[in-house]
């Protein structure tokens, strides 16, 4: 159970740097018009009826769209995300953020968490030791394990944005043909779109259809969920496939 959780950023800009920043449209609309790439993440599972851990279930539907694959429908989620990995274009002299009045979501909610699923712990952040001085920081999760207004608004926010943005999101993929995903829990599929291409799909989204009958693929790696996927008559990605994108696998095979 947690516990009343104090915060004070020290500004040492170890969150700006070694990640991907999940972004809504808005969001990645106005990080490309400064110039810098979007990279789309996709995951996808199967669709399925009461069965499993469905309140997690719903909350991963949530934020997806239905495809084909094979002979199956399969749920696909998108995120489009700034690739932060070397360091945030945005990160300036003494670690400030050069759009902090404009940053995104994602950026004002760090280090708290996103997805109810996460279970929030300052050993899992990348802050500093100091950060959590309960004498220097802020309240940011009260002693009854809720965050603080103003960050749950955020986190509403960003979660309501997660879903409204869900089927465009997918659709903007299949308009740049990118329609290859890798398995939720396994690894990820990053695609990383020509700027001029993605901001130009993200301006047609509001003309794009809300049904698509464009077939997926699943990029997967293992024998096991190889074989899985077979069975269930999904379409795998083709080990010989033009690699146009990137995997990475969360899990040893
Ligand atoms: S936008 Fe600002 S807060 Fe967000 S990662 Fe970049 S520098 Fe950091
Ligand atoms: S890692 Fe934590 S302490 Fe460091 S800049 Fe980011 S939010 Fe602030």
Do not use: F, K
């Given at each position: 159970m947690i516990k009343q959780v104090n915060f004070h950023c020290v500004g040492c800009g170890a969150c700006c740097r070694g990640r991907h920043v999940p972004l809504t449209l808005g969001e990645a609309e106005a990080?490309?018009?400064?110039?810098h790439r979007v990279s789309i993440l996709l995951e996808a599972f199967a669709i399925q009826e009461g069965q499993g851990d469905m309140a997690r279930y719903r909350h991963d539907a949530s934020r997806g769209a239905s495809v084909r694959s094979g002979n199956i429908d399969i749920c696909v989620i998108a995120i489009f995300a700034a690739d932060i990995t070397a360091g945030c274009p945005n990160l300036g002299e003494g670690n400030a953020c050069q759009i902090y009045q404009?940053?995104?979501?994602?950026?004002?909610?760090?280090?708290?968490?996103i997805n109810p699923f996460t279970t929030f712990g300052t050993d899992q952040k990348d802050c500093p030791p100091e950060a959590w001085d309960a004498s220097q920081g802020e309240e940011v999760i009260q002693a009854d394990g809720q965050l603080i207004p103003s960050i749950k608004q955020l986190v509403e926010a960003s979660?309501?944005?997660?879903?409204?943005?869900?089927?465009?999101k997918v659709r903007i993929c299949e308009?740049?043909?990118l329609r290859v995903t890798a398995w939720k829990g396994c690894g990820f599929v990053i695609h990383k779109p020509d700027a001029d291409d993605l901001m130009a799909a993200i301006s047609r989204a509001s003309a794009l259809q809300p049904s698509s009958a464009k077939p997926w693929s699943v990029r997967v790696h293992g024998q096991r969920l190889t074989d899985k996927l077979r069975q269930m008559q999904a379409e795998l990605y083709p080990e010989d496939g033009d690699h146009?994108?990137?995997?990475i696998p969360m899990v040893a095979a």
């Open positions: 990080w490309l018009r400064r110039g404009d940053r995104p979501l994602v950026c004002r909610i760090y280090p708290l968490e979660r309501r944005a997660d879903q409204s943005e869900a089927l465009t308009e740049l043909d146009r994108h990137l995997y």
